[in-house]
Nanobody
């Protein structure tokens, strides 16, 4: 199992950028598919992005494609989410998660049940 701690959230205005970080410990980081999910007030948890163990494959929700970029640095045991052109609808608590590497290749990286370990989240608020 892996422990995950997110950071980098904050309050920004429409059009601004934020970079979220997720530091991992307690597991073999490079063996995990990593994902980002978000949950806004009154809404269910929503998939944002996922990345393979090698970083060669990525998956994005349509709502963030072209604006957000997921990346990982296995040497630093860290996954990132670069968020550009932020919109008020991006406001949510953002969680990183770790799952079995094979799930992304199987096409289920966007499903929450594909992930075993979750961070506690970091708040992102985008004002208009």
């Amino acid at each position: 199992q892996v422990q995950l701690v997110e950071s980098g959230g904050g309050l920004v205005q429409t059009g601004d950028s934020l970079r979220l970080s997720c530091a991992a410990s307690g597991g073999t980081f490079s063996s995990y598919m990593m994902g980002w999910f978000r949950q806004a007030p009154g809404k269910e948890r929503e998939f944002v992005a996922a990345i393979s163990w090698s970083g060669a494959s990525t998956l994005y929700a349509d709502s963030v494609k072209g604006r957000f970029t997921i990346s990982r640095d296995n040497a630093k045991n860290t996954v990132y989410l670069q968020m550009n052109s932020l919109k008020p609808e991006d406001t949510a608590v953002y969680h990183c998660a770790a799952g079995r590497a094979i799930f992304l290749a199987r096409g289920v990286g966007q499903i929450p049940s594909s992930y075993d370990d979750w961070g506690q989240g970091t708040q992102v608020t985008v004002s208009s």
